[in-house]
């Protein structure tokens, strides 16, 4: 029993079609250095905050230990030049072992004393920047080669045609 040749001719992608392919694989490529940009611009914020801040004591209120790395945070209270209270969080590396009710340095923007930075422990764009880098890593790098490989391709059949 034989059947007959029933191949659909391959319709053209409509130009909204290719627009949101090319969007998402845009998405895709730009989304680790990004996220890499951010990062650095949030570990820039913290590290002029270091400088320019000013310094008081802090006292170490709650320490989530857990074992994903990026949940290991400590939250710190601590006052300001007029009394007022304030609490801000910090990453902690696995080689820290904080303990509840230790006294940390803290430094705080005169002009917004909420945001804050605590010393020795790491800033939140860390995290960011690490992620983007596993963005890059992940989509960007092997998506780039296999666009680049692909035209390549298109253009050596193109010469042979």
């Not at 905050?49 to 939250?75: E, M, P, Q, W």
């Not at 904080?98 to 006294?103: F, L």
């Not at 860390?126 to 992940?138: C, D, E």
């Amino acid at each position: 029993m034989s059947f007959p040749d029933t191949a659909v001719p391959n319709r053209p992608q409509t130009f909204w079609a290719r627009l949101g392919g090319v969007a998402f694989v845009a998405l895709l490529l730009l989304t680790g250095p990004v996220m890499i940009g951010i990062g650095s611009s949030m570990n820039d914020s913290d590290e002029e905050l270091a400088r320019t801040g000013l310094h008081t004591t802090g006292s170490i209120v709650d320490f989530a230990d857990v074992r994903k790395a990026s949940n290991r945070n400590i939250t710190v209270q601590y006052i300001d030049a007029d009394g007022t209270g304030y609490s801000t969080f910090a990453s902690v590396n696995h080689g820290q072992h904080p303990t509840v009710g230790a006294d940390v340095t803290v430094i705080y923007s005169e002009s917004h004393p909420g945001k804050a930075v605590v010393v020795g422990y790491e800033s939140d764009g860390n995290s960011v920047r690490g992620i983007g880098a596993l963005f890059l890593l992940i989509f960007t790098f092997p998506l780039g080669l296999i666009l680049i490989i692909k035209k390549l391709r298109k253009s050596r059949r193109q010469r042979t045609v």
